[in-house]
């Protein structure tokens, strides 16, 4: 009898049987393992906030980390927190009440990194209010989302009254033409739009004046974290440090920014990312590793709620986040 790779009468040595036994292992052998499928699904149409995701997946961080990850914009009529519970989506972009607020349903939502430091919820007005605490005298807009969220912390804190208060429809003309008028923004949209109209604008953002969540949050379920910790874990890991090479060269991470949302010009993501920078979104004024999340910050954001009448006092707080998950980034990203 023949060994494979032999002629009969031949007897094979030592070494040859050795490497076609070897040959045979490699051929019958398991495939390398395949990579781990992750939907993420932003809060919003793309753009420069969202960075630093489509950064690790356009330089290949996710690939490198063995995660296939699909970034899927969100939008106005996509509830990111209903698909996740439903298994549409493996992680979402959230904030710190949406989750606090699920957890008090009794919903297994939990939040494992925060890419900013700061809810970048703020305040635009003319350029004659020079605080926060100038606002006292003006109209102030604010959206159906802003009542339960950042504004009971905001008349408190200075002492105002939803009489003074109007609806934000997001049509910026009746702030452009009334300098009575101030409104809630992001730092990196309304003020956009105002510096193209050449009207000169402030911006204040609420957590410079302690508002105390976190922003633009990786949120997953409880199921996640506790089956498949590692997968989570890659993932968070190579999300911060896409946001890490995002803020030094952001191109790879634009041009597929534009390939989501071909209506987000050059200047208005250049425009974003100044403003990211300016403001210190990813470390936050203490210089913290991107990504950092800590449980003083959680139970700032669960007493600001509570005594603002937006979360029961019963709620497990501490359900709302995970610090398992949290990146090994030492270098700062700003």
Not at 25 to 49: D, G, M
Not at 139 to 161: F, M, R
Not at 225 to 236: A, N, S
Not at 295 to 312: F, N, P, Q
Request: glycine letters at 8%; hydrophobic letters at 45%.
């Amino acid at each position: 009898m023949a060994i494979h790779g032999f002629k009969a009468g031949h007897a094979p040595s030592r070494r040859n049987v050795l490497a076609v036994a070897l040959s045979g292992w490699s051929l019958c052998a398991a495939p390398a393992e395949a990579a781990e499928k992750i939907v993420f699904l932003t809060s919003w149409f793309a753009q420069a906030e969202h960075g630093g995701f489509y950064q690790a997946k356009a330089t290949g961080l996710y690939d490198k980390a063995g995660l296939d990850v699909e970034v899927r914009m969100g939008g106005p009529q996509v509830n990111g927190m209903q698909l996740l519970l439903a298994g549409e989506a493996d992680a979402i972009m959230g904030y710190d009440i949406q989750v606090l607020q699920a957890v008090e349903k009794g919903l297994p939502a939990v939040t494992v990194a925060a890419s900013f430091q700061y809810d970048v919820q703020g305040m635009m007005t003319h350029d004659d209010v020079t605080s926060l605490a100038g606002v006292k005298d003006k109209t102030i807009l604010v959206s159906s989302a802003g009542y339960t969220a950042w504004w009971p912390w905001l008349k408190k804190k200075y002492d105002l009254s939803d009489g003074q208060t109007r609806a934000y429809t997001f049509n910026l003309q009746p702030f452009f033409v009334d300098k009575t008028m101030v409104q809630q923004a992001y730092p990196s949209s309304e003020p956009f739009q105002a510096q193209e109209k050449g009207i000169p604008v402030k911006f204040f953002l609420f957590a410079k004046d302690g508002y105390p969540p976190y922003g633009t949050t990786i949120v997953t379920t409880r199921k996640a974290i506790e089956t498949k910790p590692d997968v989570m874990r890659k993932f968070v890991q190579a999300s911060m440090e896409g946001w890490k090479s995002y803020m030094a060269d952001p191109a790879p991470g634009n041009a597929l920014i534009k390939a989501q949302n071909p209506k987000m010009s050059d200047a208005q993501i250049a425009f974003g990312i100044q403003r990211m920078k300016e403001l210190k979104v990813l470390s936050g004024e203490e210089d913290v590793p991107i990504g950092t999340m800590t449980e003083a910050r959680w139970k700032a954001s669960y007493d600001y709620l509570v005594s603002a009448g937006l979360l029961k006092a019963e709620t497990d707080w501490r359900r709302a986040y995970s610090l398992e998950a949290m990146p090994v980034l030492t270098a700062k990203a700003d």
